[in-house]
């Protein structure tokens, strides 16, 4: 694991999502191929990864509030 994906396991943790819960975080800069952390289990119990395909809608907002506000205590 990269030294960024450790850093954004660490904001993961952070913002309280368990290890056993489902999240994928992605993030690109510059031009560079995105870096993706994904955890957890799907429905089927199967692990998650990156490619797994989920229904979204509101929930990446959350993970982006979270970010946010940390980044403003900082």
């Known amino acids: 694991m990269s030294q960024l994906q450790q850093r954004m396991a ?3 943790d952070e913002a309280g999502y368990r290890r056993d ?3 994928v975080v992605g993030m690109q ?3 560079r191929p995105p870096i993706l952390l994904a955890q957890g289990l799907t429905l089927n119990g199967e692990p998650l ?5 989920a229904y979204m809608a509101s929930l990446s907002k ?13």
């Not at 990864?49 to 395909?53: D, H, I, N, V």
């Open 10 to 12: 660490a904001l993961v």
């Open 21 to 23: 819960e489902p999240i």
């Open 29 to 31: 800069h510059g031009g």
């Open 49 to 53: 990864g990156a490619t797994t395909l």
């Open 62 to 74: 959350q993970m982006t509030a979270a970010c946010a506000a940390q980044l403003a205590q900082r």
